[in-house]
């Protein structure tokens, strides 16, 4: 039922490290510079990591001092999204690069499973608005219902139905935070603009069905979908589930969270039990058969005021679920936050994942 791997021992597979960020190669005019699509494929080889470095390829020119603030692959590999503070770029990933979209503030925006659309949320209005990648089309599907008098800075939780044809969505009020029953949520098509209220088990639904918990089509705040995350595999056939995932800042505890692999038949198997060393640990990627299971983890250490806890210590494993033995492919001893996030978010996508060619996310 389980047979992941005929061999007991096999290296584990490669992973590749992805990055839309400054291109230090690539000459740009003056008060700009070139942002690129960078990959590094990191092997694992008689203990040691091999590097391979792929062609970077240029996408777009971006202002100097705009500060990133997230970026994403669609499904297929064609298409980008790159978030700054300042504006969010929409393109197609093409050498030579081309002219992409520029929506003229930050948009937190989420790829339809079949990558032809964008979805989300942003501007001075922050309004639901969806970008058709290929024509390039935008539409605004909705503004907040909630006035800043009774909520500040409005935003959304949301995700894309499996059709890439729906998008679910609720305003992410104090009351939903408590008890997402407690708000109207909806439910609209993205061609014709048609809206439907979420009762009941429909509402339910985008909170419980396998399918709709994949974070790479799903947004919203930690702890959305219970104090667990989850990272699927390329067809949702198995995902890597984690929890807890609320830090422990009081406790300062290490070893309290637990790694699942769970099948969509209903099955699962305790990958990581409870007892490690790390203080926190989130799910990266997972290949198709369930063989291998990618995580990151971190140790902290108290503060110099002991008010806080910072990351002494992070690193990327490569878990073998047959055999349990760990492998590790990038350390850490410097730095703040996630090692392969922008943020410790269970929503946000990954730098890293298995390597599978072509498309990475």
């Known amino acids: 039922m389980h047979n992941t791997n005929k061999q007991t021992n096999p290296s584990p597979p490669p992973v590749v490290w992805t990055s839309i960020s400054q291109d230090l190669d690539r000459s740009a005019p003056e008060g700009h510079v070139w942002m690129s699509l960078h990959r590094v494929i990191l092997r694992y080889h008689e203990g040691k990591i091999i590097e391979e470095r792929l062609k970077s390829l240029p996408l777009f020119l971006n202002r100097a001092g705009y500060q990133p603030r997230s970026w994403s692959l669609s499904p297929d590999g064609n298409f980008y999204h790159y978030e700054t503070l300042h504006a969010t770029y929409c393109g197609r990933v093409s050498d030579p690069p081309s002219e992409p979209i520029v929506l003229g503030s930050l948009y937190r925006l989420r790829f339809s499973p079949n990558s032809r659309f964008l979805c989300g949320y942003g501007g001075r209005e ?14 605004r599907l909705a503004t907040p219902e909630y006035s800043y008098d009774t909520e500040d800075n409005p935003s959304y939780r949301f995700g894309w139905y499996p059709d890439s044809r729906h998008i679910w969505y609720q305003e992410d009020t104090l009351e939903v935070r408590r008890d997402y029953r407690q708000g109207r949520g909806y439910k609209q098509d993205v061609l014709s603009g048609r809206r439907w209220l979420l009762r009941g088990r429909q509402l339910e639904k985008v909170y419980s069905d396998w399918v709709m918990l994949d974070p790479r089509y799903r947004m919203g705040p930690v702890g959305m979908d219970g104090d667990r995350a989850f990272f699927y595999s390329p067809s949702q056939r198995i995902r890597v589930r984690v929890e807890p995932i609320s830090a422990d800042y009081i406790n300062r505890q290490a070893g309290r969270q637990q790694v699942f692999l769970e099948w969509r038949n209903g099955h699962s198997r305790l990958v990581i039990e409870r007892g490690h060393r790390w203080h926190r640990v989130l799910p990266v990627d997972v290949t198709e058969e369930g063989r291998w299971v990618l995580l990151s983890v971190e ?7 002991m008010g806080y806890m910072k990351s002494s210590y992070r690193e990327l494993l490569a878990v073998d679920v047959l055999t349990g033995k760990r492998y590790s492919y990038v350390q850490s001893l410097e730095g703040v936050g996630p090692l392969c996030r922008f943020m410790s978010s269970p929503y946000e996508i990954p730098f890293y994942s298995f390597w599978r060619g072509g498309a990475s996310r």
């Not at 922050?126 to 539409?139: G, I, K, L, N, P």
């Not at 140790?299 to 005021?305: F, H, K, L, P, R």
């Open 126 to 139: 922050d309004e639901m608005v969806v970008v058709e990648c290929a024509t390039r089309r935008v539409r």
């Open 299 to 305: 140790e902290w250490n108290a503060g110099e005021d």
